[in-house]
Structure formats: structure tokens, C-alpha cells
């Protein structure tokens, strides 16, 4: 191969990006033995658990990828575990691990890591594949994973007993309109994949289509997760909305299966987790509360779920007149809003129903069964994600069905038209007046549901006797708020992972009063989803952009000030406060939006794949299609901290997300804009909400799988825009696909305060923390230092400044890691003055500006998600950099 000065030129870049940045780089005591800790979110140890999965950190050089991990308790005692690398550093070493724990293992309060060997599960996790099956044990309990059909789980026994069949997923859709004739759907399976095949773990990836009635759509993605220990599958559901909305409307998605009921009508068991811990405990021919009392031990045997005793022994005459006692075959509780759910049941489809009960917030979990054995269900989030059914019918039957729709076919069918029509709206000129009033991008057909997607996540339990009412409010306890490790801060802090944040510090009056603001606004967000009511299918895990002071409410109903969409980084804000609190609420935050952000305001299929939605009324109604929202940045933390293999799917995706610029032109619409002719496979890029922003994706899987394609992407990316002359001041320029560099001059001077607030500033301090890229590194301290600089500073040095001066308080961790890293003490304190100046951005207050109204309304004056998303940020980081200079700044009263 002929070697040319642009190869040349290249193979030097890339190898000056091996060498790692002395600067940057966490120092860490190798003398030190290494060991690590986790700890649980809500900092306490649950009486019970489905199985944990917890990522560790571990300092740059010190864990070879060949260590084997061992896992020991509070007390020191080694525990079972399995143990797996999930990133490294650029020499090799291992950054991010993830560990495995059994059903219900007591580590206590903390558990610890450490290089070691590995200690097996009494009763291993087993996998054995075969030509149309996947046969997964655990223990006595065998599950049956269909290889094709519509069945996910084929069967489950408990030792020569079939406890349930036929598990599989259902769907219905309406045609036509929302009232439209019902067609149903059934899961039919197209490939499965074994990831994991335990000791402890073992993962199985289903990934298919729901079809019936000529129809095949919705496609799937289930993960099926059996632990050591566990008596039940955890089932992680994805499925992606690829219909046309105003065509088709879904009325029902969810998991069915059926439980064999060989036992006696009285001797079948009905349990529904209702509200404040209480449980729906009732059989299916009810002997408590007759005219006639059957006897005490026979109630007692039917209230706790054991078989009665047989007739004959019952007293007379109810042994005899058991046939004439209605049997209920049919039960149902629907979670049709946040506040309430209704029960009722039925002798059969034939006849009417009665209400058995109301109440709040039901936890979404059932069982039905029998001494011979039984089956439950239940879902994460299920009040939250409303609306929701929990289901039995043919209970009377040779085989009950239990079923858990996610969204039940009893409630108004899903409508995701466009909220509004096109109102005049043809042109970009119009289009833009409407931008100017209010915030609302419009473009007609960019409003478009199809293609987003949302992930649940289920319970599937496997019995072979009806379980006592304790354990079945415990496991429904632990599915609606399931208990999670997490690496301890300290650990996370001292690996040097995830760039420049600081641990809670209340050492002087200042840091005190922002480690206060930082948790005073976390809980008032925690507070205002509840509040407002945050909820539904689609919209739990978002918060509101704006909030409208004259109404007392969030701008819900106006253009782009409703939902936020990640719009200056609210996720990436909440994580570094879990990361540095060890989880409580910033973590339910953060992993609610994450599950919701990354699913639903992303396209996962069509012309707008990998890109996602701006701000707005509806999670997709902006026509701004683009990779500041879809940004891995937002991902990978949770990504880290718990091996979600479904978020490390959603980051994956994203890799060759660029190539839908070429058809996605996101500048389209800027008045004035210049748009130069460039070649095919060059478009137009920003650095920091585009460039910045697919890094994040390059950068994960370079740490996952050791891929140099993506390093290698990094770094011409990295270098070609320190080679502009005017660096990161240019805000963008032509990118060329194929070789992932920038060209042209880059010699103009083009500002905008987005830029470096999509995750930006975090990402790069990631990499010049792995690369050493002298102009890169030049051209983003230059960026730092120049962004809040005086105009005349400014202009002496690049000319006239155009483009914005917005957001003064978040850029100031820009000031302070350019202070950081120079040593300019002069820097520092302008970054200190800056940060507590306020401009343009929430301010910080020596007091809590929370308020109380009438009605329950909390306010917080002058909040918005971007100003608060965007002062945490600079709060955690700037007492990270300049934490002196802190010291010494000037509180609002």
C-alpha cells in the first residue's frame, strides 16, 4: 500500500491517541490493595430480593481482565456470585465490572469486591440448549424457553409438576379509529439468543413480532433473566410503536400465561397485591362468610392457601352443598389513573360483574393456583405507567389465564396522532413565527409516533404450592420498588470514572448551602412528579420544561416549555447526584427518565432512527429530530452502575446514527442560515449537541468491546477540529462520514450556549482523560476559557463575537476546568463569580426558595428544568475544580 501524506497523517494521530494524558488522569496508590463497595439505593438491606446485578469501578491500571472476582458480605463472608468485565481503560486494564448475586443472598447492608476466586451457588443456574428449546434450571424449577411460536416460556415444573404454559406475550390493535373494530395480536418469536448461561445469572434474548389478523408489527425485544435461588423469571419487555397512529391505535400490549388447576374449586387461590401493603385473599369458591360454617380449619386452610380438608370432614351441610356455592371465575384489577384502581369479579363470561373493591395505587402483582402449585405476575411501575389491568379468567377451567396487560384493552385505546394540525403552517417562515411564539419547532409530518418504543419490566413466578400471603406481599413489594445495589460514591470517586464531580462536602458555609440546593432540588422534582402527576404509559420518567407562575402549573399545553426530553441534560444532572449520594432519590429519578428518555423520546426504526425529539407537548411532536436527545451520555452511567443489557442495546444503536444527518437535516429552518453545497457523505455538524453527543456512543463501545473503529473515530474527530482554526469557536463544520474527521477551515467565529450543555463538558472530560490530542485539548480549554471571557478579552483574541452569550452560569464549569488545568488561581475566582452570579441560569440561594400555596402547590421561584438540570451540573463539578474559590463566592440572600 503506497503511503501518502494523509495516511501518514493519520497513523500519527492515532498513535499520539494511545498515549494516555498525565494531566488528566486519576492518580490512584498502587501500594493500595484494591477493593470496592456497594450499597443499597434506599440504604437499607430488604428482607428479599429477585436476584441483584451492581457495576464496580476500578482505578486506571490496576485490574487485569483475566482477575476472577470474589464478592463478600457486610460481616466479610464470602458470597455466590458471577462476575463479568463490562469495560476497560485504554491499556487494557478493567474499568467496569459486574457482579451477579442469588435470590434473596443476605449481604447485609454493604457487600464488598476484591480480586479473588469466586464462590458457586449451592444450586447453580443451568442452561441446556436444544434444537427447539432452551431448558433453564434453578434448582428443582426447569423453564422451557420456545426456541419459535408464540410462546415464551413453553412451561415451567416444579419437580414432575407443569406449574404454568404457555406464557407469551398479547396485543390489541383497533382499526381505523380508537373505537375501531378489535383485532388481537400474539408474540411469535423470530430469534433467541443465549447472553448468559449462569452460575449464578443466566439471560435469554427473545426477539420477535406480534402478529394475527394479516398483521405483523410491534416488534419485541424480551430478555428473560433467571437468578440462583429465584423461584421466577425477571422479564424485561420492549417493544417498538411502528404503526401508522392515525391508522392504527393500540389497545392492549402485555404477558399472558396459563396455570394448570387440577384442584378442587374451593381449593384454588386467588391473591391481588392491593394498596398500602394489603392483599386481595380469596378462592375461587369462597368457604368463609356462609350461612353455614364449614369449620375453622377449613377456613384457616383456605385463607392461608393449604388444601381443606376433604367434605366429609367440613360440618354439615356445606361438605354437601359445595356446588351450590357461586364459583368466581373471573377477577380483574384495573390502574386506569395514578390515584385509584377498581376489583371486581364474575362467575363467567356469561354474567355480570360485582365490585370486590377499590383503592390508590395497587403494586400490580397477582397469583393464582393451588397445593398443587400456581403461577404470578407482576410489573414494575404499574400505578405509575397507567393504564393497567392484572387479570384472571377461566379459573372455574381446566387452566386459569393470568394475565398483565401493560396497557389494558379495557381502557381507551393508545392515541398518538399529532396533538394539532398544521394551522398555516407549510412554510418555514411560518413555521419559524410559530417557533418565536410559542417554543414549539413544527413541521408537518415531523410529528410523528412512529418509531418510538418503551420498556417494562415484569415478574414471572413459578410455584409449586400456593405460597403464604407474607411471601407474596413481600415479592410484590420488591417488584414495584425493586431493591438495587450501588457502588458506593468513595469507590466510584477514586476510579476516576465518568470526568470531574465531587463528593458531598459541607465544610464551609458555601459548599453547605449548595450540597442543600443540590438536595432541595432533587426533592422537588422527586415531589412535583407526584404533585402534578408525572404519570402515564408513555410520559413516567419525563418531568415538565417550564413552569408558568400566572396558572400555578407546568406549561404542559405550550410548544416547547412541556414535556423536557432531556433538554439540558436533566438525566446526566440527576446521575451525578446519585453517583455522589450512593442513590436514594436522585437514582429513582435518574433510572425512571433513563428507561423513559431512551425509549420513548428516541426513534428506534424509520427515517428518523437514532435521532431524538426536541421538547414539546407530546414526546414527539417537535419537528427537531436530533442526537443531542438520543445521546448516550444520558444512558451510560445507569448503563455501568447495573449491566442493563437493554440500555446497552439502545447505546449500540446509536453507533452509526450519523448517517441519518445525511437525510435529517437538522439546521434546515435557521433564519439566514448559510447552507454551502457539500459533497455526498459530508454534512454539516456541531460540535458539542451533535459531535459530542455520538461521541458518547463511540467511547462506550470502545470501553465495552475493545473495537478500535470507534477509538480510532474518536480521535480523528478529535483531532481534525484541533487542527480548525478556530477550534471548538467555529461550532461546526463539514464532517466526513467515511473518515469521521471534520474539513475545511473552521476559521469563523460561531457561538451557541447549547454547545457544551448536552453532555458536552462531561464527555470531554472523559476523554482528554483517555487521549492525549494536544490541539484537541488546546482547542476545548480555549473554548473554556474564552466562552464567559469579557467581550474584550474575547475579541482580542478572535475578532468580533457572534452567536450567544446565554446560560453564563452553566458555562462556568467550563471556566473552572480551564482553571483546573492551567493552575489560574485568576480563573478560578472569575469561574466562582460567574457561578454564583447567577446569570442566566437558577441561581444560589443561602435558603431553601421553595414555597407552599393552597391546594398542595409547591413552587420554587423562577425554576425550569434547564436552569436547574444545568446549576447542578455546575454546582457538582465546579466544587470538584475549584472548590477554594468556592469558598470564597458570594450567596444570593
Known amino acids: 500500500m503506497p503511503i501518502t501524506r494523509r495516511g501518514l497523517m493519520g497513523a ?28 443499597w439505593v434506599e440504604g437499607k438491606a430488604p428482607a428479599v430480593h429477585v436476584g441483584q446485578t451492581f457495576g464496580m469501578a476500578w482505578p486506571r491500571g490496576r485490574m487485569s481482565a483475566r482477575q476472577s472476582w470474589a464478592v463478600r458480605d457486610t460481616a466479610g463472608r464470602p458470597m455466590p456470585a458471577q462476575s463479568w468485565v463490562t469495560a476497560t481503560w485504554p491499556d487494557g486494564s478493567v474499568k467496569w465490572t459486574a457482579h451477579a448475586l442469588p435470590a434473596d443472598s443476605a449481604p447485609g447492608s454493604r457487600v464488598m469486591v476484591e480480586p479473588g476466586r469466586a ?16 431448558m433453564i434450571a434453578t434448582g428443582e424449577r426447569r423453564w422451557e424457553i420456545a426456541r419459535s411460536g408464540d410462546a415464551l416460556v413453553r412451561r415451567a415444573t416444579c419437580g414432575d409438576r407443569t406449574v404454568l404454559r404457555d406464557a407469551a406475550l398479547v396485543a ?83 404477558l399472558t400465561t396459563a396455570v394448570p388447576m387440577a384442584a378442587a374449586l374451593h381449593d384454588r387461590h386467588v391473591r391481588i397485591a392491593l394498596d398500602d401493603g394489603a392483599m386481595f385473599v380469596e378462592a375461587v369458591r369462597p368457604l368463609t362468610g356462609l350461612r353455614r360454617d364449614p369449620g375453622e380449619a377449613t377456613r384457616a386452610a383456605q385463607i392461608a392457601g393449604r388444601a381443606t380438608p376433604p367434605p366429609s370432614s367440613m360440618a354439615k351441610p356445606v361438605g354437601d352443598l359445595l356446588e351450590r356455592i357461586p364459583a368466581w371465575g373471573e377477577l380483574s384489577l384495573a390502574q386506569f389513573s395514578a ?42 411501575w404499574f400505578w405509575q405507567r397507567h393504564p393497567g389491568e392484572i387479570a384472571v379468567a377461566n379459573a372455574t377451567g381446566n387452566s386459569a389465564d393470568l394475565t398483565l396487560w401493560l396497557w389494558s384493552p379495557r381502557a381507551a385505546a393508545m392515541d398518538l396522532r399529532p396533538y394539532r394540525g398544521v394551522m398555516w403552517m407549510e412554510g418555514y417562515d411560518a413555521q419559524n413565527e410559530g417557533l418565536a411564539i410559542t417554543y414549539e419547532d413544527y413541521e408537518p409530518g415531523w410529528d410523528s409516533a412512529t418509531g418510538i418504543a418503551r420498556t417494562s419490566e415484569l415478574m414471572l413466578w413459578a410455584f409449586d404450592a400456593t405460597p403464604p400471603t407474607e411471601r407474596l406481599q413481600a415479592l410484590a413489594t420488591i417488584t414495584a420498588d425493586a431493591p438495587q445495589l450501588v457502588a458506593d460514591p468513595a469507590g466510584l470517586h477514586a476510579a476516576g470514572v465518568f470526568g470531574h464531580w465531587s463528593l458531598p462536602d459541607r465544610s464551609t458555609p458555601n459548599r453547605t448551602a449548595i450540597e442543600n440546593q443540590l438536595t432541595n432540588s432533587v426533592d422537588f422534582y422527586s415531589g412535583e412528579v407526584d404533585r402534578r402527576h408525572w404519570y402515564g404509559f408513555w410520559n413516567h420518567g419525563d418531568v415538565m420544561h417550564s413552569y408558568d407562575a400566572d396558572r400555578h402549573q407546568w406549561r404542559y399545553d405550550i410548544g416547547g416549555f412541556a414535556w423536557a426530553n432531556s433538554e439540558l441534560s436533566p438525566d446526566l444532572w440527576l446521575w ?82 450519523d448517517r441519518t444527518l445525511t437525510t435529517v437535516e ?7 442560515g448559510e447552507r454551502p453545497a457539500l459533497p455526498a457523505e459530508v454534512v454539516e455538524m456541531s460540535f458539542g449537541t451533535v459531535w459530542c453527543s455520538l461521541a458518547a456512543a463511540w467511547l462506550t463501545e470502545w470501553e465495552r468491546t475493545g473495537d478500535r473503529r470507534w477509538r480510532d473515530r474518536l480521535i480523528a474527530g478529535m483531532d481534525s477540529i484541533g487542527r480548525l482554526k478556530n477550534g471548538w469557536m467555529a461550532g461546526s463544520a463539514p464532517y466526513d462520514l467515511a473518515s469521521g474527521r471534520f474539513v475545511g477551515p473552521g476559521d469563523r467565529v460561531s457561538i451557541s450556549h447549547l454547545n457544551a450543555v448536552f453532555g458536552a463538558v462531561e464527555i470531554n472530560a472523559e476523554l482528554l482523560q483517555l487521549f492525549d490530542v494536544p490541539r484537541y485539548r488546546q482547542a476545548w480549554l480555549d473554548y473554556c476559557r474564552y466562552y464567559n471571557a469579557p467581550r474584550a478579552v474575547f475579541e482580542a483574541r478572535y475578532g468580533p463575537r457572534k452567536g450567544s452569550e446565554n446560560l453564563a452560569e452553566a458555562h462556568s464549569r467550563l471556566t473552572a476546568f480551564a482553571a483546573w488545568a492551567e493552575a489560574d488561581a485568576a480563573l478560578a475566582t472569575r469561574a466562582s463569580t460567574e457561578f454564583f452570579g447567577g446569570r442566566a441560569g437558577l441561581g444560589t440561594q443561602a435558603n431553601d426558595p421553595r414555597r407552599t400555596l393552597g391546594s398542595g402547590i409547591v413552587e420554587w421561584p423562577g425554576i425550569s428544568t434547564n436552569a ?26
Do not use: C
Open 666 to 672: 437538522i439546521g434546515r429552518k435557521v433564519p439566514g
Open 12 to 39: 500519527t494521530m492515532l498513535a499520539a491517541g494511545l498515549r494516555s494524558l498525565p494531566t488528566f488522569a486519576t492518580p490512584t496508590d498502587r501500594r493500595r490493595p484494591v477493593e470496592a463497595h456497594a450499597g
Open 172 to 254: 390489541e390493535l383497533r382499526q381505523g379509529a380508537a373505537e375501531g373494530p378489535r383485532l388481537s395480536l400474539k408474540g411469535r418469536i423470530d430469534r433467541v439468543t443465549v447472553e448468559q448461561r449462569g452460575p449464578v445469572r443466566a439471560v435469554v434474548k427473545v426477539e420477535g413480532y406480534h402478529v394475527g389478523a394479516g398483521q405483523r408489527v410491534l416488534p419485541f425485544v424480551v430478555r428473560l433473566y433467571a437468578y440462583a435461588g429465584s423461584q421466577g423469571l425477571r422479564i424485561v419487555h420492549s417493544f417498538v410503536h411502528d404503526l401508522d397512529p392515525a391508522a392504527w391505535f393500540v389497545s392492549g400490549i402485555g
Open 576 to 657: 451525578m447526584q446519585a453517583l455522589r449520594t450512593g442513590g436514594g432519590q436522585a437514582y429513582r429519578l435518574a433510572e425512571a427518565m433513563t428507561r423513559h428518555t431512551g425509549e420513548v423520546d428516541v426513534y428506534h426504526l424509520g427515517r428518523f432512527r437514532g435521532m431524538g425529539t426536541r421538547h414539546g407537548v407530546q414526546h414527539f411532536s417537535d419537528s427537531s429530530k436530533q442526537p443531542r436527545v438520543s445521546n448516550a451520555m444520558y444512558r451510560r452511567i445507569y448503563y455501568y452502575l447495573t449491566a442493563d443489557e437493554r440500555v446497552g442495546d439502545l447505546m449500540r444503536d446509536l453507533l452509526t446514527s
Open 119 to 134: 464462590t458457586a451457588p449451592d444450586a447453580p443456574v443451568r442452561v441446556e440448549e436444544r434444537t427447539d428449546t432452551i
Open 339 to 380: 390515584q385509584g384502581f377498581t376489583l371486581r369479579k364474575r362467575t363467567g363470561p356469561d354474567h355480570g360483574w360485582i365490585d370486590a373493591g377499590e383503592g390508590g395505587r395497587a403494586p400490580g402483582f397477582a397469583y393464582v393456583g393451588s397445593p398443587q402449585g400456581g403461577a404470578a405476575i407482576g410489573a414494575r
Open 868 to 893: 436547574a438540570s444545568q446549576w447542578g451540573l455546575a454546582a457538582i463539578e465546579n466544587l470538584a475544580l475549584i472548590p477554594t474559590a468556592i469558598d470564597t463566592g458570594r450567596l444570593r440572600a
